[in-house]
Nanobody
């Protein structure tokens, strides 16, 4: 089993920055990709960014150029640096770790951007 915990959410003014962290623990052997998602109230969860084991990243168009994903030297921890935040970025942000075709989700962390 893998446990996933996100942290770092909070309230920030538009234009500000936040850094989210995601740590996987437990049986973390061969966790290859870790992805960030977000969910707006009443909407489906949407993919935001992906970070593979080697640290390569890709992003949704809506956050490209503003959000930066990275992987710590401790491979089971990833970050999402969110810059130039907009009110429309307000959502619950989730981290997903994938291992042997099984996905493990964190509990989510709320990000609120005030205008």
């Amino acid at each position: 089993q893998v446990q996933v915990v996100e942290s770092g959410g909070g309230l920030v003014q538009a234009g500000g920055s936040l850094r989210l962290s995601c740590a996987a623990s437990g049986n973390i052997f061969r966790i290859n990709a870790m992805n960030w998602y977000r969910q707006f109230p009443g909407k489906q969860r949407e993919w935001v960014a992906g970070i593979n084991y080697g640290g390569s990243t890709n992003y949704a168009d809506s956050v490209k150029g503003r959000f930066i994903g990275s992987r710590a030297s401790v491979k089971n921890t990833v970050y999402l640096q969110m810059n130039s935040l907009k009110p429309e970025d307000t959502a619950v942000y989730y981290c997903k770790a994938s291992q042997f075709g099984v996905d493990y989700w964190g509990q989510g962390t709320q990000v609120t951007v005030s205008s």
